[in-house]
Each structure stands twice: as C-alpha cells, then as structure tokens.
C-alpha cells in the first residue's frame, strides 16, 4: 500500500512537471515570436517566422499531450452512461468524470492554440493577416490550469477505484 502511495506522487508530480515546463515553453514562445521582424497595420500584420516560437511551441503542445496521456493511462477510464449513473456515483468519481471533462475541454483549446501559433511560426511561409498576438502565451497558460484538472482527476479516479476495490460494509447481518 505504501509503495502504491509513493508511485501516485510520483505520477502526480511527473504530470504537474509536464504542464508546468509546457506552460513556460508555451510563454517562451511567444516571448521569441515577438523578436522577430514584423509590420504592423491595424489588425493586420506581416512577420518572418521564428523557428525558435516554432520549436518552442511544438514541444510545448507535445508536453502538454503526453501529460494528458500519462494521466488517462494511470488514472484509467471511468464512464456513466446517463445523469442517473452520475448522480448515483461516489463523490470520488462524480469529481473523477467532472475533472477528466474539463481536463479534456483545456486540452483541446490549449493544444489547439499552441499548434495555431506553432504552425503561425513555420519555417516555410512568411505569414501575412489577423494578427495572431498572445496565442502561444495563452496556450502556455491553459497548460497550468490542464495541470491541475488533470491532477485532480488522476488523484479522484485512483480513490473512486480504490472505493470500487473495497467491499462495502452492509449495516445487517443475516443468520441462516
């Protein structure tokens, strides 16, 4: 049991450490996206690529999604099929479900603007349009906050199992 305890902060503080690296790599990038050349009119802009805020900004999505993966693996699946099964579910796995839907939502909006901005910064093409500002600050950003559902789920999901592992103790007895 002890060991177990000790492998669940490791798998905690391996996936905050993910997230947190992530989000700086993500403001890193955004830092170095804003070294570079670029003309600015109205809400138009025209900029050279960095491939810094490129490099940056891949490898800070590809952090992001490795946490996410680590945690679902370990943490493991926990699935209701209607409002009644949620309501009817331990709180552990009520906070389990609600945390792995909010931990799902961030993933895609964080990873999706640090490939925006990380594809925004590719070797290939000298960019012209909207301007793109703060995408791969906010993305870093939302890697904290996914770092702290996906921890909560994790941690939730591994009691809600433990819960599942014990068996109930019933109030009466029977004799036969």
């Known amino acids: 049991m002890k060991m177990a305890q000790n492998v669940g902060v490791l798998i905690c503080l391996l996936i905050m450490a993910l997230d947190i690296v992530a989000g700086i790599l993500g403001i ?11 003309l600015r009119m109205w809400i138009f802009e025209c900029r050279d690529p960095s491939y810094q805020a490129f490099k940056l900004g891949l490898t800070s999505a590809l952090l992001m ?20 099964d949620f309501d009817k579910a331990s709180p552990n ?26 594809l925004a910064n590719s070797r290939s093409r000298k960019s012209c349009g909207i301007s793109h500002h703060r995408v791969l600050s906010v ?3 939302l890697c904290f906050i996914h770092g702290l559902f996906i921890v909560a789920y994790y941690v939730s999901a591994t009691a809600a ?8 103790q019933t109030g009466s007895t029977t004799n036969a």
């Open 139 to 141: 993305g870093g950003i």
């Open 28 to 38: 890193e990038a955004e830092i170095a996206q804003n070294k570079v050349k670029h």
């Open 65 to 84: 999604a490795f946490a996410h993966i680590i945690a679902n693996f370990f943490g493991g699946c926990f699935c209701v099929s209607s409002k009644d």
């Open 93 to 118: 796995k009520q906070l389990a479900i609600a945390s792995l839907l909010f931990s799902w939502i961030i993933l895609a909006i964080g990873f999706s603007m640090l490939m925006v901005g990380t």
């Open 161 to 168: 199992a433990r819960e599942q592992a014990i068996p109930r």
